[in-house]
């Protein structure tokens, strides 16, 4: 599968997905508190996208191969849950960490992102987790560029994050998305700088990288008795995980972050610093 360059009239389409894609997150912001379960935060989500935003939930019935279809309109996944959690129906609570993934499709394109979110005022090692992992994509949005290549996103996520004392998730990674959810190229979130594949204008793809309070290693979720569904992955350690997501397009001149919202958190400060620099 080749690499999907971008044209004017696609761009324009996926600004649009994208945007929609932030602001089902900023609608659902006020709702995720202590008390509120995922499944009605799913619910929430998909009334939005389908009766007032006129798009599809991307994930609802979703099958790639050797998976069965995915059962709801978003992604939650929860404290040590590493990415595709299932919305249930156990209420969040004071202290959990969540992460919260959503697709939407809008006159076929995709708009894809995430972001965590800390329930009541949550421990200072969840909250600094959230926030390095938030900086952390950062880190790798800023090296975005035509010329770059992709192995510098990845070499400078790693660097921060384990310099920070945590660890990358390297089973999951970035992607392309355009027409299709998942596209090439992959992105990894570690690596060499001056590897992989060079960055070109017209390129989109998403940087979400996964970090672990403990060891990187993962593994399916099979809690007692209760068979694995498919889809849940967790840190082997139980220890807890954060990710955070944009999609990203690769300009003329540098990158634009089409993931972006009236309610999307600020960029950290080095960010106007690096741009600047760029």
């Given at each position: 599968?080749?690499?999907?360059?971008?044209?004017?009239?696609?761009i324009?389409?996926?600004?649009?997905?994208?945007?929609?894609?932030?602001?089902?997150?900023?609608?659902?912001?006020?709702?995720?508190?202590?008390g509120?379960?995922?499944?009605?935060?799913?619910?929430?989500?998909?009334?939005?996208?389908?009766?007032?935003?006129?798009?599809v939930?991307?994930?609802?019935?979703?099958?790639?191969?050797?998976?069965?279809?995915?059962?709801?309109?978003l992604?939650?996944?929860?404290?040590?849950?590493?990415?595709?959690?299932?919305?249930?129906?156990?209420?969040?609570?004071?202290?959990?960490?969540?992460?919260?993934?959503?697709?939407i499709?809008?006159n076929?394109?995709?708009?894809?992102?995430?972001?965590?979110?800390?329930?009541?005022?949550?421990?200072?090692?969840?909250?600094?987790?959230?926030?390095?992992?938030?900086?952390?994509?950062?880190?790798?949005i800023?090296k975005?560029?035509?010329?770059?290549?992709?192995?510098?996103?990845?070499?400078?996520?790693?660097?921060?994050?384990?310099?920070?004392?945590?660890?990358?998730?390297?089973?999951?990674?970035?992607?392309?998305?355009?027409?299709?959810?998942?596209?090439?190229?992959?992105?990894?979130?570690?690596?060499?700088?001056?590897?992989?594949?060079?960055?070109?204008?017209?390129?989109?793809?998403?940087?979400?990288?996964?970090?672990?309070?403990?060891r990187?290693?993962?593994?399916?979720?099979?809690?007692?008795?209760?068979?694995?569904?498919g889809?849940?992955?967790?840190?082997?350690?139980?220890?807890?995980?954060?990710?955070?997501?944009?999609?990203?397009?690769?300009?003329?001149?540098?990158?634009?972050?089409?993931?972006?919202?009236?309610?999307?958190?600020?960029?950290?400060?080095?960010?106007?610093?690096?741009?600047?620099?760029?």
């Amino acid at each position: 599968m080749t690499i999907v360059i971008k044209n004017a009239e696609e761009i324009a389409a996926m600004r649009e997905a994208c945007r929609l894609a932030s602001e089902v997150l900023d609608m659902l912001t006020p709702h995720v508190r202590a008390g509120v379960t995922t499944l009605e935060i799913d619910r929430l989500a998909h009334d939005y996208m389908v009766n007032v935003q006129g798009g599809v939930p991307a994930t609802l019935n979703y099958q790639p191969p050797g998976y069965p279809p995915y059962p709801a309109s978003l992604c939650t996944s929860l404290n040590d849950v590493v990415c595709h959690g299932i919305p249930d129906e156990r209420p969040l609570k004071n202290g959990d960490i969540l992460n919260i993934d959503v697709t939407i499709i809008k006159n076929g394109f995709h708009g894809d992102n995430s972001r965590m979110f800390v329930i009541g005022e949550g421990s200072i090692a969840a909250r600094r987790l959230c926030q390095i992992t938030y900086e952390a994509m950062w880190k790798g949005i800023v090296k975005v560029r035509p010329g770059a290549r992709l192995g510098d996103i990845g070499h400078a996520i790693q660097t921060f994050a384990e310099n920070a004392g945590f660890s990358i998730v390297r089973e999951f990674c970035g992607h392309g998305v355009g027409r299709r959810f998942h596209e090439e190229p992959q992105v990894l979130h570690y690596g060499r700088p001056g590897t992989l594949e060079e960055l070109q204008p017209g390129m989109i793809f998403t940087i979400e990288p996964m970090i672990n309070a403990g060891r990187r290693e993962i593994k399916e979720d099979r809690k007692g008795n209760r068979p694995y569904d498919g889809w849940t992955i967790v840190t082997r350690d139980r220890s807890l995980s954060a990710q955070w997501e944009h999609t990203v397009l690769v300009t003329d001149s540098g990158y634009e972050v089409l993931t972006l919202s009236a309610g999307s958190p600020p960029p950290p400060a080095f960010v106007t610093a690096a741009t600047a620099a760029s």
